[in-house]
């Protein structure tokens, strides 16, 4: 069965530091992965997603992220965080067996400080 | 395009009362989806369409929660008789296939 895991519930960065953010999936095949942000208040927006092909992936806001098939990862990154990119990342496994559902991780907060 | 449209975004109202939810998804998306999301539960779907039929919902939680979708542009969640526990933010999504697009979400307060 599909599941995702994200091992850090809360983390904190300095504004300007890099960032990782950790997810790992259970799937049979090739999985379609998503990564979504959810600011206080709001919906869930999609970041990025992975289907095929090059296994490093462009999101907006400046994210990227990369499977990793080998370590079952897609872990989420960004170079320098900007302090509006506190929130709740959820990392999310499409599921292909014909039910058209997505498999969504618990989230990790990020806090973002001066 | 306006995004998943949803309404109201904020419901608080008394045990024992009916509460309706209510949402309009893009334009052109055949599956549509209700989440509930709570800190002690996190994201937890509750029932998902396609082409306006219902296809699982083994994720709604009693028999007090019903959901409908009368027409490929509108959907209702309808809680009746809602309890203080059915105290959550209720999101929509609609997709194409494959990713998700959510609405802002409808917070509801039962007291």
């Known amino acids: 069965a599909q599941s995702v895991t994200q091992p850090d519930i809360h983390i904190t960065v300095s504004e300007g530091a890099s960032l990782e953010l950790r997810c790992n999936y259970s799937y049979g095949a090739t999985p379609y992965l998503f990564w979504y942000v959810q600011s206080p208040g709001q919906g869930l927006q999609l970041l990025l997603k992975?289907?095929?092909?090059?296994?490093l992936v462009q999101g907006i806001k400046g994210f990227e992220a990369e499977f990793k098939r080998s370590q079952s990862s897609f872990n989420l990154r960004k170079p320098s965080v900007h302090w509006s990119d506190a929130a709740e990342y959820f990392c999310a496994v499409y599921d292909q067996t014909g039910a058209n559902n997505l498999f969504f991780g618990t989230g990790t907060r990020l806090t973002v400080i001066p | 395009d306006a995004g998943v449209i949803q309404s109201p975004r904020h419901e608080v109202t008394e045990m024992g009362q009916e509460v309706t939810l209510r949402c309009k998804p893009i334009?052109?998306?055949?599956?549509l989806f209700w989440y509930r999301q709570t800190m002690m539960r996190g994201l937890e779907l509750l029932i998902y369409f396609n082409n306006n039929v219902p296809i699982d919902d083994s994720g709604m939680p009693e028999d007090r929660f019903s959901a409908k979708m009368p027409n490929a542009s509108f959907s209702t969640l309808k809680i009746q008789p809602s309890e203080p526990r059915d105290s959550a933010v209720y999101f929509c999504a609609s997709s194409p296939a494959g990713e998700l697009y959510f609405g802002p979400g409808t917070r509801l307060t039962v007291t």
């Open positions: 334009s052109g998306h055949d599956y």
């Open positions: 992975y289907f095929s092909g090059d296994t």
